[in-house]
Nanobody
Framework: QVQLVESGGGLVQPGGSLRLSCDGPARTFSTYTMAWSRQAPGKEREFVARITWNGRKLDYAYADFVKGRFTIYRDNAKNTAYLQMNSLKPEDTAVYYC?????????????????WGRGTQVTVSS
């Protein structure tokens, strides 16, 4: 069973930054596509970002609403994926989930991801 554990959420003022971490499977971590999604109260879960190794290089994708503000990256030696969030806005308030899959590759469809963490709350408020 693959377990994912998120951390790093919290309360931050508008314009501030947070870094989320996702501890992934110790074995073959580098082979997983890692993604972040979020769910705000009363809204559906939505794709935020993903990172995958396509055999030649790392490939990235971002939702339009986070481009230029959020950065996804990974440290395979630590079996950890990260989401650096800058210039946070109140509308970024949500529970953020880490997801992983061996076959998702370039997918931004969260239904394609098999493994999920329990989420970490991010609240952006003054």
């Amino acid at each position: 069973q693959v377990q994912l554990v998120e951390s790093g959420g919290g309360l931050v003022q508008p314009g501030g930054s947070l870094r989320l971490s996702c501890d992934g499977p110790a074995r073959t971590f580098s082979t997983y596509t890692m993604a972040w999604s979020r769910q705000a109260p009363g809204k559906e879960r939505e794709f935020v970002a993903r990172i995958t190794w396509n055999g030649r290089k790392l490939d990235y994708a971002y939702a339009d609403f986070v481009k230029g503000r959020f950065t996804i990256y990974r440290d395979n030696a630590k079996n950890t994926a990260y989401l650096q969030m800058n210039s946070l806005k109140p509308e970024d308030t949500a529970v953020y989930y880490c997801a992983a899959d061996l076959s998702a590759l370039y997918s931004s469809q969260m239904s394609d991801y098999e493994y999920w963490g329990r989420g970490t709350q991010v609240t952006v408020s003054s």
